[in-house]
């Protein structure tokens, strides 16, 4: 597969969150992600967005909700999908993508409803919308200010912010409490981060990814988030602890934010814990384990895609089957968290691949338990350490079935060499 929106490895781009999936598009249409209901029951978040529409009361009660938009959104369709995106938009976000901060039990997730298939008829005309508020420019980030509030505890645990009793002056502040000894996060690079927040102007607390005890996970310098997340950790190093003070035009802008009582004059604080910053061309290592007997062998080839090749006369398995190639030393993904990945996918029957994205030099990222990727993948990254390294062989049943697929004929058994990178609570691609 060929997704020519996809930056090189070294270009600092930001792949395309409509790029399409390992092995083509999912049968059926379009490119939403289905969030499970149970994990958004409770809800509050990040943007004035409306709730997605539901054709009855006990639908909506199931029905995921967005509730954060730094945009102003219209309405979706009956199927989910965004309407047609335009140019990029206010705070330089991309019209047809929903950046959404959902306080989900007792944390805080992102999330993003997709853009639409070009083929899905229109749903009936959405009312209209007053114009949003105009939005002033980002100010430049400064590294520091007369008045700043006072930062205590320790690093990778939720911060104690204290005010100060004079007024913030306005500025866009970006300084450096503790500073990190891995790497430097890159434009497009795939970042764990934790926060805690606070409304300066009132004095609330405000979100705070500890409460959930997840990290956020997000592409930096991609645009899909509020600048006083998505600018102040481009080019600090991993285990750094960052000071952000964001006035309304580097936050949530003239419209402020009413579900998390944020004003539109509000200037806020942020302290974020950066824990990981993954470049898009990057693999995991570590002690190399052979496949399963009877699995397809797997040649390492760096960052260059595995050679895949099947044992011969082992007939295709008819039930799902992996086999851990490397054991990461992470903590296991749970369902419902976005992952970022490399893959490597092969044909079983004669070992030809048919995609990957080293080639592309882009990791994958995609919501586990979300419908977003074929059920092998859901069942065989669920569960995994992050870190880890496996080897799945999924059967048509779990695949595209009797669908063909760009490359891949219908009623194939595949074969995936997947590199779990990271994972965490974040936007939906």
Known sequence: MTDKSAGGANDGAVADPAAARPGGPLPGDGESIVVPPAILKQSAGWGQAE??????????????QVFASNVRKKDLSEAGYD???????????????????????????????????????AADAAPTTPAAPTQDPVPPIKTDAKVLPTVTGELGKKAVIELPKEAADGNFVVKTLIEGTGPKVGKGNWVTADFTSKDWTTGKDLASSFDQNKPQLFQAGGGKLIPALDDAVTGHAAGSRVL????????????????????????????????QATAPDATVSGDVTEPAEGMPKVKDNGKKPATITPVPGVAAPTELKTSVLIAGKGRKIESGEKVVVQYTG???????????????????????????????WDKAVTGQTIGSRIEVVIPPALGYGDKASEKIPANSTLVFVIDILDAGVGAAD
Do not use: H
């Open 51 to 64: 709730a997605l529409r539901a054709e009855s009361t006990a639908a909506k009660d199931e029905a995921p």
């Open 346 to 376: 092969a044909l079983y029957a004669d070992g030809k691949q048919f995609d990957s994205s080293l080639e592309r030099g882009q990791a994958f990222s995609f919501a586990t338990g979300g419908g977003g990727v074929i059920e092998g």
């Open 244 to 275: 952000v003070v964001a006035p309304p035009a580097a936050a949530f802008g003239p419209q402020g934010n009413t579900q998390m009582g944020v004003g539109p004059k509000d200037n806020l604080v942020f302290v974020i814990d950066i824990k």
């Open 83 to 121: 309407e047609n995106p335009g140019s990029v938009g206010r705070l330089g976000v991309i019209l047809g993508t929903v950046l959404a901060v959902l306080l989900v039990g007792s944390g805080v997730t992102l999330y993003v409803v997709n853009k639409p298939d070009s083929k899905k008829p």
